[in-house]
């Protein structure tokens, strides 16, 4: 009886890993959740010297020539247009792009970082979903009420990405009890 119920588990591994199901085997369930970091191109910034040299920065954001440049000629030439010749509307492009995914159940949620409340007016009027998600900093969190206020008011969840950061940069004088609570965290894991 064990080895028949062996062979049966070799069967169904097999099944599923030719694209069938089994009903006692289950595989992960992934959720694919995606967000659009910046509405354009920010080259003045991004190759700014005092960009370049700040040492709390250290992945840098590409720039975007650079990265257009770097392209082979059947990429470039697929797209309708370069976010560097279209840079007010090309983030609407993939928006849209992202929209479709969502509707064909590829993705669990779209959103978007680093939006303005010109950017957010515009994404408000255009969207058919969304956006479930805006990734933003601390600062924005604490500084941008209106920017806040807006996504609270369309049910989008605020995200911030660099809580822990700006804490430990901070110091225990900016934030005493969540620097204290990172320091116990980061004690228990060494």
Not at 120 to 126: D, H, T, V
Not at 145 to 160: A, F, N, S, T
Request: aromatic residues 6%.
């Amino acid at each position: 009886a064990g080895l028949r119920a062996k062979e049966q588990k070799k069967k169904e591994k097999k099944k599923i890993m030719a694209g069938g199901t089994a009903a006692t085997t289950s595989a992960p369930e992934v959720r694919v959740h995606a967000i659009i970091e910046r509405p354009r191109c920010y080259d003045t910034l991004f190759s700014s010297p005092a960009y370049l040299s700040d040492p709390s920065r250290s992945v840098k954001h590409a720039n975007c020539q650079e990265e257009e440049t770097a392209l082979d000629d059947a990429t470039r030439l697929a797209g309708p247009s370069s976010p560097l010749l279209d840079k007010e509307n090309a983030w609407k492009r993939s928006y849209r792009a992202l929209e479709e995914l969502y509707h064909h159940g590829t993705l669990e949620s779209v959103g978007v970082s680093n939006f303005d409340s010109t950017d957010f007016e515009q994404l408000f009027e255009m969207a058919t979903v969304g956006p479930h998600v805006y990734q933003g900093s601390l600062e924005t969190l604490m500084t941008e009420e209106g920017v806040v206020e807006e996504l609270v008011r369309k049910g989008v969840h605020y995200q911030c990405h660099d809580a822990a950061g700006v804490v430990v940069q901070g110091g225990e004088d900016y934030a005493p009890r969540a620097y204290a609570a990172l320091e116990r965290i980061g004690a228990r894991h060494g």
